[in-house]
């Protein structure tokens, strides 16, 4: 069935969820008017539609491939990815300067979304590119910025991180990239990176690698590790592109799934690179890249979800099986109980999800400007969360849309199963989910918990204005908040991290959890007696009372997971 790119979700959601409105109205944001949103959503969808969507099949039946050297990609990629540089979506978000629209974050959020619905594999591309201008635009030299950013910001250019080897894994430090300083101001990279999306193929006419290496006497781990762009073609000072530089595409990964998305393994070779940022201080430049991408990263699962959600759902409206259980039912598998209630998960998952990415993209907004400390906090505490559970939405609803088709979900042809298949990685990319919880109970509880119970106070406070119109909805979340709270209290007052790991990834779908019933909650308060406060009824009677056993084994605490010795899981 064709995709249908969700612009009016997102409409409803700056109007009433997020309050995109508070952003708009900064002087820095003057451009983003309600004509201009309307304007990018719409437009953005049309291309989402007419032109990325149809090309997402080709990318899965005909993977990128590596010939003589050179990476070809599938088939109508080529015209679906100018479609995308044309028309200014590399870059909505970027600064003005350079040829960026200067957009709100929520913006580009809402478009990467829409985006990965279409061709997941596609917009893998254009997505580096952003988390690349944005380390850039933050930390390269005024030069460097001039070289590249407009050719990034146009699309002419494409951007990739350069982070894993295949020694070290998540362990970044344990990289063995060697970068020796040459005299007039260079650098010779050399090493091998693994795992590269997007390291190589033939729609731009430049590739540019941010490659994390140590300089010769760097002290071990992280802190001596700097950061490098190492361009695949030198360019020259008119930024035409010049002579090959010393990188080359060893292979192609063979993967389940994102077939259409060249992963490379990348040989650096006497490569010239420049340093970005200051010397040993390539990890922070490399996590304002990472934090772009994990919130990115969110979206695409989301956007997946929704492509899922939009195949089963058509399917269910047109299979006829059985006896229909509804007097004056459809006669179609959607009449049925287990249908009916897959097909209200996957949707009202995909809402809760959809929102808690569009708060954090707010919250950056907002960080950038008027909201100050206070929106960075929120933002910081959403990233791991909106990384983490928009992936795992994005899993267990293409997995529950292989469910609704049955036998025929099982079954290739009817496409059901690519969703599944491609969406798979972004729980693992960009920092595996374990490391986002662990991030959520250690780093993001620094502040003893002060930027959780900020949320949570927005959360109880919303529940009790809300018990005047709907009581029977505003109550359950407001205790949901309640329990969240407590076990905040709990994991703060943990000084042994161990303790606060070993249910951390419970703890962040626990807390997701709670949100989502926050987020359907307002919704229905903005559309009481529709469709909107159905499905907030089916979340928050259905779905939030999970919390509650998430957040018990969150503060379980670490004994009785370590008495389980190695040779207990082995026998």
Same mark, same amino acid.
């Given at each position: 069935?064709?995709?249908? $790119? ?20 900064? $002087?820095?944001?003057? =451009? ?5 949103? =309307? ?22 039946? @005909? ?87 407009? %050719? ?40 091998? %990176? ?6 190589? +193929? ?64 990348? @040989? ?67 009449d049925h109980a287990d249908v009916r209630r ?5 949707? *009202? ?30 933002? *910081? ?23 609704? +088709? ?5 079954? &290739? ?23 986002? *919880? ?44 309640e329990t969240l709270r407590e076990t905040v ?13 070993? #249910? ?5 779908? #626990? ?5 989502g019933g926050y987020y359907h909650l307002r ?29 018990? +084994?969150?503060?379980?605490?670490? &004994? ?12």
């Amino acid at each position: 069935m064709a995709y249908r $790119a969700p612009v009016d979700e997102f409409r409803f959601m700056f109007d009433h969820v997020v309050d995109l409105a508070a952003v708009t109205a900064e $002087a820095r944001f003057a =451009e983003a008017t309600p004509d201009t949103v =309307e304007a990018v959503l719409t437009e953005a969808g049309r291309v989402c539609d007419e032109v990325l969507a149809p090309t997402r099949r080709d990318g899965d039946l @005909s993977a990128a491939r590596l010939e003589n050297g050179v990476v070809r990609t599938s088939p109508g990629f080529d015209g679906a990815y100018r479609a995308i540089a044309e028309g200014g979506w590399v870059a909505v978000s970027a600064g003005e300067a350079q040829g960026g629209m200067g957009l709100p974050a929520a913006l580009t959020t809402a478009i990467n979304d829409m985006m990965s619905g279409a061709n997941l594999a596609l917009q893998l591309c254009p997505l580096l590119t952003q988390g690349q201008i944005e380390a850039l635009e933050h930390h390269a030299s005024a030069e460097m910025q001039a070289l590249y950013l407009p %050719k990034l910001i146009s699309g002419e250019w494409t951007g990739t991180m350069n982070l894993t080897e295949a020694q070290a894994g998540s362990d970044v430090g344990a990289l063995r990239s060697r970068a020796e300083p040459e005299d007039d101001g260079s650098y010779r990279i050399s090493g091998q %990176k693994i795992y590269i999306s997007w390291g190589d +193929h033939d729609l731009a006419e430049n590739v540019c690698h941010l490659v994390l290496a140590r300089l010769p006497g760097a002290e071990a781990g992280t802190r001596g590790i700097s950061l490098f762009m190492v361009p695949k073609y030198l360019p020259k000072e008119d930024g035409s592109v010049g002579a090959a530089n010393g990188v080359r595409t060893v292979s192609l990964e063979h993967k389940m799934g994102l077939h259409g998305s060249p992963t490379a393994v990348l @040989s650096f070779e006497d490569a010239k690179g420049w340093l970005v940022g200051p010397e040993h201080g390539g990890m922070k430049a490399m996590f304002t890249m990472m934090n772009n991408a994990r919130l990115g990263v969110g979206a695409q699962g989301i956007g997946v979800a929704e492509g899922a959600y939009q195949h089963a759902l058509a399917y269910a409206m047109d299979r006829t099986q059985g006896r229909s259980p509804v007097e004056n039912g459809t006669g179609s598998i959607v009449d049925h109980a287990d249908v009916r209630r897959m097909l209200a998960t996957m949707k *009202a998952e995909i809402f809760a999800a959809r929102a808690i990415a569009m708060a954090c993209a707010v919250a950056i907004d907002r960080g950038r400007g008027a909201g100050g400390a206070e929106a960075q906090a929120r933002a *910081a505490l959403l990233t791991p969360i909106a990384k983490a559970f928009g992936t795992e939405t994005g899993i267990a609803v293409s997995d529950l849309g292989i469910q609704v +088709h049955g036998g025929m979900g099982f079954v &290739e042809e009817t496409g059901a199963a690519q969703f599944l298949r491609d969406v798979r990685v972004t729980s693992i990319y960009e920092g595996t989910n374990g490391i986002q *919880a662990m991030d959520l109970v250690a780093r993001k509880m620094a502040d003893g918990g002060e930027a959780a119970f900020a949320l949570l106070d927005e959360v109880e406070a919303f529940a009790e204005t809300a018990r005047e119109h709907l009581p029977d909805l505003a109550a359950p979340v407001w205790e949901a908040a309640e329990t969240l709270r407590e076990t905040v209290e709990w994991l703060v007052g943990q000084g042994d991290l161990n303790a606060r790991f070993a #249910g951390s990834m419970p703890f962040l779908k #626990g807390f997701a959890r709670v949100l989502g019933g926050y987020y359907h909650l307002r919704a229905a308060v903005a559309e009481s007696g529709g469709a909107r406060e159905r499905l907030a009824r089916f979340y928050i009677m259905r779905l939030l009372p999970e919390h509650a056993g998430l957040l018990a +084994h969150a503060r379980a605490g670490a &004994e009785d997971l370590y008495a389980l010795t190695p040779d207990d899981l082995a026998a």
